[in-house]
């Protein structure tokens, strides 16, 4: 199961959030967080089967990254470009409408949703986007 998707590495979202920084933000990682333990979390759980496609699988890294507040600054920006970026390395194009990818991974800091409910609007995004272009 695990080799059927491409997984985000520490290095990769480290990179990811060097790219997401702003100018007047702080780099580095917060004290006392792992981002390594974080990714493992995700990771664990396509072991254990509770990842069944790439949807559930950047669900859970964004909920994870954001909620997991392993850097000093743009916690949430690194989650929604890592959950772009993971799409993207395992085939999957989507386009977010205004602010709505933002806004998910503050729902998801806020727990006002779930990473499951995040899977599923991102599932229903990618069929709504196949249903328009075979149209």
């Known amino acids: 199961m695990i080799s059927s998707f491409v997984l985000l ?14 100018p007047n933000e702080l780099p580095g990682m917060a004290k006392d967080k ?30 994870f990254i954001a909620k997991g507040h392993c850097f000093i600054d743009a916690n949430k920006r690194t989650a929604a470009a890592a959950v772009f970026i993971g799409l993207r390395l395992n085939g999957i194009s989507l386009t977010f409408k205004d602010i709505a990818l933002g ?22 995004l990618h069929n709504q986007n196949q249903s328009i272009r075979l149209t």
């Open 9 to 22: 590495e520490v290095d990769g979202v480290m990179a990811i959030h060097a790219r997401v920084l702003l």
């Open 34 to 63: 792992s981002l390594s333990a974080v990714l493992e979390k995700v990771h664990n759980r396509l072991i254990y089967g509770f990842i069944h496609d790439v949807f559930d699988l950047v669900a859970c890294y964004g909920a």
């Open 103 to 124: 806004q998910w991974i503050i729902d998801l800091v806020n727990d006002h949703q779930t990473e499951i409910d995040f899977s599923h609007w991102l599932r229903q």
